[in-house]
């Protein structure tokens, strides 16, 4: 293509059509990618409400929450000091069992049931299960051993297990989401 | 495609690819400086924009399929929460749907002109039937692909067309049930529906490759009908031709549109707003609109064939619609053989030219015949006598009129090249 | 020749269309009525939707179902988050299984769909006399000229003619194809109590309650029109750009 002055108009021309072209495609491109993202139904379903009375001491229950699992674990008094009594720097994802209960309702954990890993749901939700070294979950996928606060202890998982958004609409009645 | 030498790349990415596998020299060879008839009409728009459309269904399909449940509990559901709930949705069925609708508007005016100018004959038989097998699996698709909503109309089309198989001798009701996995249209059959309807547009896409092959080995048609002779009568297809059918499909999808976002639901029918109930029949079903002409021609043959006066039957009135119905798009693979005229373009063969037209008139006449109830009247003179008259006339366009003309009609003098017709024309419109 | 044979085509392939519409049963042809949705820039009225929605609700959910809407919907119609949650709060919804494998029943929350009055098909026919009373998510697109047709249905009972032989619990209409219609006349003036002073007439009640269905059936039309200016203008625009860029390239052949 030339640079004569009779050439500017065909070349401004199409650089506009081009343009056009460019921008077309673009825009016609989201609508495709954005159908893949979560549908209205889909986040309208985003909260659970769990009631937690039934729940015994020493107790786990799963509940489902954006098609995962959740654990509510009533915790004894020896868990609550077990997870209390670990040195925070000997952490691998350091975090204090405080930061993940609510404040005077340290008996109850609620977790994502996920291992951070590779997204296998931990063992140790039932007594009969096994709870791994640090009496709290373990994932048999690949070996990661969580304690009784759902923090990594040992193994590949490299972060705590995570606390899904939740509060206390009573004191035996909470709403995840 | 694929042969003849290698073009020269600067970008040495592109030529370190193009000495392994000449992907670039064969887009450069066949859609850039392609030599292409220099006097192409917006007609020539047509397969161009088809082609943009059935990218375009099957950009829009697989998106649906990922929303789309093909259970006959969920199915009807599953459409309505793609329309409500799904991100855009709503655009992409929409989309989905006038699409069908657009796709076959311009194949239909694509088959058009081939036969206005004789781009069916010698030497692009092969090119020409390759098209006509591209309209019968694009038929079958838009079929199984307007069950899936799972409407009445949906399910009443489908009780309706596949009974058409029973019509065979002997075999039909076997081949019935074997179509529907069942005892009638039911899951079995929406499920293979669904797995068909996402499997065909790729092998109609397999077919439109064929189709552009052949057409590149023996160039494209023209408006005047006669062989480039030289460079004189040709040029290069890019920027040429590619610039002119951007242009053209903008002002197609800019009619699309209106469809899509002002009118969605027009071409469509209201009964498919209705879950499917095998207990209650709509009282008028009707095919989608660009099945209405074949339709007609499937109603209106409501007589036995056989020896009269007696109780022999050769061919029941409903056999006989089922033939006719195949037979019409039959007779469009055989045309080449029909039309043996040396003059191609209707441009110089007034005859044809007329008779042609009032095919396409008639055409139109069967759509509205096969839209309306069986026992309607138009102008008080009923239908079913139109219908047989115009199912008459697409027959006998075929194998009366055209072999007659092949013997009879002159045409006028052919211009000596394309470039001189150019010279004309533009000679023609400085007067006018 | 060609852009007038493209016309031609167009013509002969729309007219039997529109032919085909505009010939119905034998009901009285439909009356056109002016609403705020319809045209290219046609928008739905929030305050009517509000109103219809509460007819709906007060009359014709007795009977009939909305099954494809859910309260998290009623966004559309102006109401807030807190609003919906009242409104569904006052519906009660089973659930279940609980940790015991009972049902139970609680209060509806935005994401549960509007609840239906009958268990299901065969128990609202037996309830009605054997005829189901349709569900009324996508009424208006499931018949030609819905909003009209509804429009008319609501305000076209009638006494009957004498030589027309009604059973028990059968009404005539003059919009009903045949005429026969087993749904008692809904609607009468004064029924429900409006609180914005709109008119308490039938007429009234069946405009605001079609604008509801209209929404119901088609919640993105606002979106749609709005999106269809938008491409359409950009296509238009580029067509011309196109135009020429071709005019450009094609002048040194002609």
């Known amino acids: ?177 | 495609m694929g042969s003849g030498e290698r073009a020269e790349f600067k970008n040495p990415v592109v030529s370190w690819i193009d000495e392994r596998l000449p992907v670039f020299s064969m887009m450069q060879q066949e859609y850039g400086v392609f030599p292409t008839p220099r006097n192409f009409n917006y007609f020539w728009n047509f397969g161009a924009i088809a082609m943009f459309m059935l990218v375009a269904m099957i950009a829009t399909g697989i998106f649906l399929a990922m929303n789309y449940t093909p259970h006959v509990d969920m199915a009807f559901d599953s459409v309505e929460r793609i329309d409500r709930d799904v991100n855009w949705g709503w655009m992409l069925r929409d989309i989905h749907m006038n699409g069908a609708s657009f796709f076959f508007i311009a194949v239909y005016v694509h088959i058009f002109r081939g036969m206005y100018y004789g781009s069916y004959k010698k030497p692009r038989e092969l090119l020409w039937i390759l098209g006509v097998v591209i309209f019968l699996l694009m038929m079958a698709t838009a079929f199984m692909g307007y069950v899936l909503p799972w409407g009445q109309m949906s399910y009443w089309g489908a009780t309706v067309i596949t009974n058409l198989f029973s019509a065979i001798p002997l075999v039909g009701d076997s081949i019935v049930t074997l179509l529907w996995g069942g005892f009638s249209i039911d899951n079995p059959t929406l499920n293979r529906f669904y797995a068909l309807h996402y499997l065909m547009p790729f092998v109609i896409f397999a077919v439109v490759f064929l189709h552009v092959w052949a057409l590149h080995i023996c160039g494209s048609n023209n408006p005047t009908g006669i062989e480039p002779k030289g460079k004189q009568d040709t040029l290069p297809f890019h920027p040429y031709y590619t610039m002119k059918d951007t242009f053209g499909l903008l002002v197609f999808l800019v009619v699309f549109c209106v469809f899509v976002f002002y009118a969605p639901d027009y071409l469509g029918h209201p009964d498919n707003y209705k879950e499917a109930n095998p207990l209650v029949t709509p009282p008028h079903i009707v095919p989608e609109w660009y099945f209405l002409p074949f339709y007609a021609i499937l109603r209106a043959i409501t007589f036995d064939v056989g020896i009269p006066g007696t109780e022999i039957v050769f061919i029941s009135a409903k056999l006989g619609g089922v033939i006719s119905m195949f037979g019409s798009i039959g007779l469009l693979l055989i045309l080449p053989w029909l039309d043996t005229h040396p003059i191609r373009s209707a441009r110089y063969r007034p005859k044809f030219r007329f008779f042609l037209i009032v095919f396409l008139v008639v055409f139109v006449m069967l759509g509205y015949i096969g839209s309306q109830p069986a026992d309607a009247t138009l102008f008080g003179a009923p239908l079913t006598l139109l219908g047989i008259l115009s199912t008459t006339y697409y027959y006998g366009f075929f194998l009366v009129i055209i072999p007659w003309l092949n013997n009879t009609e002159k045409g006028k003098d052919l211009p000596k090249s394309i470039h001189d017709a150019v010279l004309e024309d533009a000679r023609e419109a400085a007067k006018g | 020749m060609m852009f007038r044979l493209i016309l031609f085509v167009a013509a002969l392939t729309f007219l039997p269309l529109h032919m085909a519409r505009a010939s119905g049963g034998e009901a009285e042809p439909l009356v056109h009525q002016h609403w705020h949705f319809s045209g290219a820039f046609g928008t739905y009225d929030r305050a009517a939707l509000q109103r219809g929605y509460k007819i709906y609700r007060e009359v014709c959910a007795s009977c009939h179902s909305m099954k494809q809407l859910s309260f998290r919907n009623l966004t559309d119609l102006g109401y807030n988050e807190n609003q919906i949650k009242a409104i569904a709060g006052e519906y009660s919804v089973e659930d279940g299984p609980n940790e015991e494998g009972e049902m139970f029943e609680r209060p509806a929350r935005p994401s549960d769909s509007f609840p239906a009055p009958f268990a299901n098909d065969k128990a609202a026919a037996y309830a009605n006399g054997g005829a189901l009373p349709p569900d009324l998510s996508l009424i208006i697109k499931a018949r030609h000229h819905g909003s009209d047709y509804v429009y008319g249905l609501l305000t076209g009972y009638e006494e009957a003619p004498h030589d027309a032989h009604l059973l028990d619990g059968q009404y005539w209409n003059k919009y009903m194809p045949g005429h026969v219609i087993a749904m008692a006349p809904p609607l009468s003036d004064g029924q429900v109590a409006y609180e914005d002073g709109s008119p308490d007439t039938t007429q009234q009640y069946a405009a605001d309650v079609v604008e509801f269905l209209t929404w119901a059936g088609d919640p993105h039309m606002e979106t749609r029109k709005r999106t269809g200016l938008k491409a359409i203008m950009f296509l238009v625009v580029f067509a011309f750009v196109m135009y020429a860029v071709k005019r450009q390239i094609w002048s040194d052949v002609h």
């Open chain 1, 1 to 177: 293509m030339g640079h004569g002055a009779g050439e500017t108009r065909r070349d401004f021309l199409q650089l506009t059509a081009g343009s056009f072209g460019a921008v077309g495609a673009g825009i016609a491109l989201w609508p495709f990618v954005h159908s893949m993202n979560p549908a209205k139904d889909t986040l309208a379903l985003s909260t659970t409400e769990v009631d937690i009375s039934p729940i015994r001491k020493g107790q786990s229950i799963t509940v489902m929450w954006r098609g995962k699992p959740v654990f509510i674990r009533h915790r004894t008094e020896a868990e609550i000091e077990e997870a209390n009594a670990v040195s925070i720097a000997d952490l691998p994802d350091k975090q204090d069992d405080a930061e993940r209960v609510k404040k005077d309702k340290d008996q109850w954990l609620v977790l994502v049931g996920i291992c951070t890993h590779l997204g296998c749901v931990p063992t140790g939700q039932k007594q009969t299960e096994t709870r791994g070294e640090f009496n709290g979950w373990f994932c048999p996928c690949h070996g990661s051993h969580y304690d009784t606060s759902g923090r990594i202890r040992k193994g590949p998982a490299p972060k705590n297990l995570a606390l899904p958004p939740y509060e206390f609409l009573s004191d035996t009645l909470i709403k995840i989401g």
